[in-house]
T-cell receptor, first 113, second 107 residues
Framework: DAGVIQSPRHEVTEMGQEVTLRCKPI?????LFWYRQTMMRGLELLIYFNNNVPIDDSGMPEDRFSAKMPNASFSTLKIQPSEPRDSAVYFC???????????FGSGTRLTVV | GIQVEQSPPDLILQEGANSTLRCNFS?????LQWFHQNPWGQLINLFY???GTKQNGRLSATTVATERYSLLYISSSQTTDSGVYFCAVEGNTPLVFGKGTRLSVIA
């Protein structure tokens, strides 16, 4: 299994631009999670899906952030418009079911200048 | 929500030394994982250990769920063990991460 695949690995964009991060979970995993890692706040959950349905998006910081999961093999996290404070590493993870181990992707390092 | 505390926050070891990292959590959990974040930023899953003891090479982990703590043992440390070690727990909400233990192994 190729694991959780995220793209791009690095993204540098200008303030105000739209940014789209992508994730392909492990096949057969029912849960997908988006986390953000910053120096100040550590690793924090943004949103998670169960069987492609968003369950809890209370961690999404602002309306500028949105996430979708159109099918079981693909999810996107979009920031529009981006701001310098959005600079962070964004991780996607998937899990077979509740209570099972999570597998994380390699992350996307986002820099907004 | 559930609280996760890791200690120590920083640790410097001479190559070959042993160490114990601790994770305390504030509520019952159905999932506990230890991760190693390497210098390239990747989160590598070390153990899925909601209870009991597991070993993988020089690493082992023990979780005592009734007392709400977990320990990660690193024996005969190597420079490649450097990085940040995270404990994360799942109770009624998805994985909540501690702040990590930053380990530096010096040759």
């Amino acid at each position: 299994d190729a694991g959780v695949i995220q793209s791009p690995r690095h993204e540098v964009t200008e303030m105000g631009q739209e940014v789209t991060l992508r994730c392909k979970p492990i096949s057969g995993h029912d849960y997908l999670f988006w986390y953000r890692q910053t120096m100040m706040r550590g690793l924090e959950l943004l949103i998670y899906f169960n069987n492609n349905v968003p369950i809890d998006d209370s961690g999404m910081p602002e309306d500028r952030f949105s996430a979708k999961m159109p099918n079981a093999s693909f999810s996107t996290l979009k920031i529009q418009p981006s701001e310098p404070r959005d600079s962070a590493v964004y991780f996607c993870a998937s899990s077979l079911s509740a209570g099972y181990g999570y597998t994380f992707g390699s992350g996307t390092r986002l820099t907004v200048v | 929500g559930i609280q996760v505390e890791q200690s120590p926050p920083d640790l410097i070891l001479q190559e070959g030394a042993n160490s114990t990292l601790r994770c305390n959590f504030s509520d019952s959990v159905n999932n506990l994982q230890w991760f190693h974040q390497n210098p390239w930023g990747q989160l590598i899953n070390l153990f899925y250990i909601p209870s009991g003891t597991k070993q993988n090479g020089r690493l082992s982990a023990t979780t005592v769920a009734t007392e709400r703590y977990s320990l990660l043992y690193i024996s005969s440390s190597q420079t490649t063990d450097s990085g940040v070690y995270f404990c994360a727990v799942e109770g009624n909400t998805p994985l909540v991460f501690g702040k990590g233990t930053r380990l530096s192994v010096i040759a």
